[in-house]
Nanobody, 117 residues
Framework: VQLQASGGGLVQAGGSLRLSCAAS????????MGWYRQAPGKQRELVAS???????TYADSVKGRFVISRDNTKNTVDLEMNSLKPEDTAVYFC????????????WGQGTQVTVSS
């Protein structure tokens, strides 16, 4: 299973970015898909996740600004980030959690998001 993330970059505060993650393999439909981020000196934290049926979860810090979505026909999960703040600066990681035993976590390579003030 491979997760290929794309879409990071540099943006000014208040701007928007869209991250996309493409999943290879056959686990997409049985996986909770999500985005995590890790800022320098901080622990990796969940940003948002979306279940196979479409239910979503967001970190309090991004509620109302970020939207996660998945396309089960294309095996992709996107994160639309709006009203970005400097504190959103981090490396963002795509994550898949296989929900059928054996439960397994998969990680994509990180993509840098930098928000300038």
């Amino acid at each position: 299973v491979q997760l290929q993330a794309s879409g990071g970059g540099l943006v000014q505060a208040g701007g928007s970015l869209r991250l996309s993650c493409a999943a290879s393999g056959s686990i997409f439909m049985i996986s909770l898909m999500g985005w995590y981020r890790q800022a320098p000196g901080k622990q990796r934290e969940l940003v948002a996740s979306v279940a196979p049926g479409g239910s979503t979860t967001y970190a309090d810090s991004v509620k109302g600004r970020f939207v996660i979505s998945r396309d089960n026909t294309k095996n992709t999960v996107d994160l639309e980030m709006n009203s970005l703040k400097p504190e959103d600066t981090a490396v963002y990681f795509c994550h898949a959690k296989r929900l059928v035993r054996p439960t397994t976590d998969y990680w994509g390579q990180g993509t840098q998001v930098t928000v300038s003030s």
